[in-house]
């Protein structure tokens, strides 16, 4: 890898599990390297580590992000858009549908012009892949857990005020991105491990 590659990784935990996995159904693992010289060598770059779970104890390196999950939408289609425009006109939200294929953009356009015309043009549609949809409540600043720190009295004090001057400071602006599939509850799209090593797409 290049000498300034940012690794990120989703779930470090479960990433070892399935590379071991795998690993260990190579009938012959010459010229592959091991699960764990991989994360090793990963590891001496600067990298990030996203988890949803996982608790670590170097907890001045953590950041909470402010995710959640989508709300849910409506099995029948036309309720589905119907809801996606109330969402894309409360206020600060901004909605972003994104769409592996251009004839889905284009005919979910062609649906929130037919059913929400006076919300249409509140909701982004684009061209991207994204495998969970989530929603980003933006702050003008993240909250560090070192911030939070509790075990001294004057660290006490001051983390109070902190956390009243970025609740004052918290912008209510709100982020929803919505892969296509999630929006009309079609799921079959995933991926499989070549042989070679490739992934590729299928459903």
């Known amino acids: 890898l290049p000498e300034k590659t940012l690794v990120l990784m989703h779930e470090t935990v479960e990433l070892s599990e399935q590379a071991r996995g795998y690993y260990e159904r190579l009938t012959s693992p010459d010229g592959i390297f ?24 170097d907890l001045a390196d953590r950041v909470d992000l402010p995710i959640q999950q989508l709300v849910p939408f409506d099995q029948d289609a036309k309720s589905a858009i119907h809801q996606l425009g109330e969402l894309a006109t409360a206020d600060n939200n901004t909605v972003n549908v994104l769409c592996r294929k251009q004839a889905e953009a284009d005919r979910l356009a062609e649906l929130t012009q037919e059913l929400i015309p006076d919300h249409a043009d509140s909701i982004r549609i684009s061209l991207g892949a994204l495998h969970r949809g989530f929603t980003w409540s933006q702050t003008d600043e993240l909250i560090r857990s070192d911030a939070l720190d509790t075990t001294q009295t004057k660290t006490r004090r001051l983390t109070k005020a902190r956390k009243h001057k970025l609740a004052a400071q918290q912008s209510s602006q709100t982020l929803h991105l ?8 079609r799921y079959a799209v995933g991926f499989f491990c070549h042989l070679q090593h490739n992934w590729r797409l299928f459903g």
């Open 34 to 57: 091991s699960p764990n010289a991989t994360f090793g060598r990963l590891a001496r770059k600067t990298n990030i580590e996203v988890t949803q779970y996982a608790a670590r104890t």
């Open 178 to 185: 919505i892969p296509h599939h999630e929006l009309f509850h």
